[in-house]
């Protein structure tokens, strides 16, 4: 991302702030950075910390700086509260300032999944289970205006559907975001989400194989006006 922008403004500077709680992450990140030659035009400041913890640290110090580009992926889904952090965020935007979200599209096999079972699956202390569907409702409530594109995106889940294959045990863990999911879930709630799996709602069968819509969705923001 900061290549192609650097690629498109080639004199200016830019100021990276990072929002990571993992430590490690955050550690491979700065690894990342410091083997990447020609990073000298970027300023990075690193916030080990939540974006809760951001919000609340950028309050206190009653912080004025603006962004031009703020992008939040594969993230919402660990907030507690995705609006509020939204509106948060397209509030520290500049003129011209744009807001990048990507998450599964509402119209995915986990959209399909988590509108069917969010209360059987989802535990939303870690994760909201939530979809594009979701933050294009919350907008449009209140009035703000996007652009969205799709990612078209597809996964191979054969293997959820022989009895006892280590690799489709590990995927159902995956796509239930529950450890041990076969063990741990009633008779009743495991055959119900294999049948929804393949539900073509879900997933597409073709030579034998079962193929699940993953696709994701691009959510672009604009300052508040």
């Known amino acids: 991302m900061l290549s192609k922008l650097h690629l498109k403004y080639p004199g200016a500077t830019v100021d990276n702030e990072v929002v990571e709680p993992s430590k490690q992450q955050l550690h491979n990140y700065k690894v990342l950075v410091g083997q990447t030659p020609g990073l000298d035009y970027i300023n990075f400041t690193w916030n080990c910390m939540t974006s809760s913890e951001f919000e609340e640290n950028w309050k206190e110090k009653k912080m004025t700086k603006k962004a031009d580009f703020i992008h939040m992926i594969q993230m919402l889904y660990y907030v507690k ?3 509020a952090t939204i509106s948060f ?4 935007l500049d003129k011209n300032g744009k807001l990048l979200i990507i998450l599964v599209s509402g119209d995915s096999g986990w959209g399909k ?3 069917t079972y969010r209360n059987d699956l989802c535990h939303t202390e870690i994760s909201q289970c939530v979809t594009t569907g979701d933050i294009k409702s919350f907008l449009e409530s209140r009035g703000v205006r996007y652009q969205n594109y799709v990612l078209p995106s597809q996964m191979d ?3 959820c559907f022989s009895e006892g294959d280590e690799k489709g045990e590990l995927l159902l863990d995956f796509l239930t975001e529950v450890q041990d999911f076969s063990k741990m879930a009633s008779a009743e709630l495991k055959a119900g989400v294999l049948n929804l799996l393949r539900d073509p709602d879900c997933s597409v069968e073709s030579d034998g194989k ?3 819509n993953n696709n994701l969705e691009v959510i672009v923001i604009n300052q508040l006006t």
Do not use: A, H, K, N
């Open 210 to 212: 079962v193929i699940f």
């Open 157 to 159: 889940i054969t293997e």
């Open 81 to 83: 509260d995705p609006g």
């Open 89 to 92: 965020f397209q509030s520290l």
């Open 113 to 115: 999944l988590w509108r």
